[in-house]
């Protein structure tokens, strides 16, 4: 059975914010171009393992920016709404801060954020200028307090603890293994000191190897492991969008690592 992409007063700064997203787009780029940059993206995100000058491509070009925009940032922020409902927002709370690592549009800290009665200030941190413009207007939409760092992961990765919760939604398996291994020490140190944790990935082994290997890690500390499925009426615009790109996004689909909760 499907269910409404969003309910209540989350639904309505969504659809403002998504459909500002579009109207501001559609001003330079027509559908078919916003439509190449979807394809593209899907077939970096798509197949793994990407290279590293493959992911440092998602944001170059109009096309590519207005598909993160207009798309992948809707789609991501209704999959991480969903996961949060599903899990409960105890999973995240007490929360005075949410760090937002590779924010990006800002979509995965902006849909937690949203979904609490007191949400917390929201630190996104992020090597490109242009997304952090992006997250800027995300947050701002959702009427979240916020601040942002431009910098690269996982060596800027501020130390989390009580009242911390550190977010990574689909950007881990941009990092390269060295990377990876940093950030996870990072989240274990958070955890030790009585923070939190939310990690949102694609459900698929084939683009997220290294999945079992900090499952196994963060468990010791209560982190759950758990998959999310569900099926919604979508967005208009997205609907039209999946149809002319091949995609289909009636499922939302992905694997979460949150807690200890």
């Given at each position: 059975m ?23 787009y559609?001003g330079?780029?027509?559908?078919t ?6 394809q ?5 995100y798509?197949?793994a393992?990407?290279s ?41 709370t ?34 490109s ?35 911390d ?14 990377e ?20 949102i ?57 949150a807690?200890?909760?």
């Amino acid at each position: 059975m499907q269910i409404p992409y969003l309910t209540g007063k989350i639904r309505e700064r969504f659809d403002a914010w998504h459909e500002g997203n579009v109207e501001r787009y559609a001003g330079e780029l027509s559908f078919t171009e916003i439509r190449k940059g979807v394809q593209t993206l899907d077939r970096i995100y798509a197949h793994a393992p990407a290279s590293a000058a493959a992911y440092a491509r998602c944001l170059d070009g109009r096309g590519k920016r207005g598909a993160q925009a207009c798309y992948f940032a809707a789609v991501h922020f209704m999959i991480a709404s969903h996961a949060l409902e599903m899990l409960g927002t105890g999973i995240v709370t007490p929360a005075e801060r949410l760090i937002d690592l590779g924010c990006g549009t800002g979509a995965t800290s902006a849909a937690i954020a949203a979904n609490l009665d007191y949400p917390p200030q929201i630190v996104g941190i992020d090597r490109s200028a242009w997304a952090l413009d992006e997250a800027r207007r995300t947050w701002s939409s959702f009427g979240l307090d916020f601040r942002t760092r431009r910098a690269n992961l996982p060596d800027t990765v501020p130390r989390g603890g009580l009242g911390d919760v550190l977010a990574a939604g689909w950007i881990v398996s941009e990092l390269a293994a060295e990377e990876r291994r940093a950030l996870l020490l990072r989240l274990q140190a958070t955890l030790r000191k009585d923070g939190k944790i939310f990690v949102i990935q694609p459900f698929s082994p084939s683009l997220s190897p290294w999945w079992n290997e900090w499952a196994d890690a963060l468990a010791p500390w209560g982190v759950r492991d758990e998959v999310i499925r569900v099926s919604i009426q979508r967005p208009v615009w997205i609907q039209e969008m999946d149809t002319a790109a091949k995609l289909d996004h009636q499922v939302l689909s992905a694997r979460i690592l949150a807690g200890p909760g």
